[in-house]
């Protein structure tokens, strides 16, 4: 259980730590969210995984570095403390994320949603979600392996993250193409010899 007894697989991942920053606890952080300047702000709680169960870290101090922030926790002091940190998963509680404007979705609400086509046909669980805001690419399970739908409101034009459904109305050919791309791939590896 995590911080306030919920469920650490509850918590929704907002960055990871990279690597220490200097001697003085500093760390560089590899943001997946695109509210850094709101959620890596001097103040901000973040939550790590411990020995301990969760951890509740505050932000002390924070500058942007390359677009990454490179982040300095109370309490963390040295580059021993911030060796600690290394490779930690930096999560926050849902009720903690930024309400979205309608028809927009995060990421993990997209997760494990089953795609299907206006005329019922299953296509596949969501398993990744790729790109940032206007460029979304929802890669799905389908039954001859990934399926890359773009997640623009002409092609899902049902999205229900309670129900855990998108519903899509593809062009001609996109749920194919990923088929033609493996075909093709097969037969250059058979032909190359691999």
């Not at 505050?58 to 490779?87: K, N, W």
């Not at 903690?96 to 028809?103: I, K, Q, S, T, W």
């Not at 890669?139 to 773009?150: D, F, N, Q, T, Y």
């Amino acid at each position: 259980m995590a911080g306030g007894g919920q469920p650490w697989d509850d918590f929704v991942l907002v960055g990871r730590v990279a690597r220490p920053h200097g001697i003085r606890g500093q760390v560089v952080v590899t943001p997946d969210t695109d509210f850094v300047d709101q959620r890596f702000r001097a103040g901000a709680t973040l939550w790590i995984r411990s020995d301990r169960g969760a951890e509740r870290l505050t932000v002390g101090s924070v500058r942007l570095q390359g677009g990454r922030p490179v982040v300095g926790f109370e309490g963390f002091l040295s580059i021993e403390d911030a060796q600690r940190l290394l490779g930690q998963e930096l999560r926050v509680p849902e009720e903690d994320l930024v309400p979205l404007e309608a028809d927009s979705y995060y990421h993990h609400q997209l997760l494990g949603c089953v795609v299907e086509t206006s005329g019922g046909e299953r296509v596949g669980p969501v398993r990744r979600v790729e790109g940032g805001s206007g460029a979304s690419l929802l890669s799905v399970e389908g039954a001859r392996g990934e399926v890359l739908i773009p997640f623009t409101g002409r092609i899902c034009v049902h999205v229900d993250v309670a129900g855990r459904r998108i519903t899509i109305d593809p062009p001609d050919g996109l749920l194919e193409l990923n088929e033609s791309d493996r075909a093709s791939a097969t037969a250059r590896r058979a032909t190359s010899g691999e």
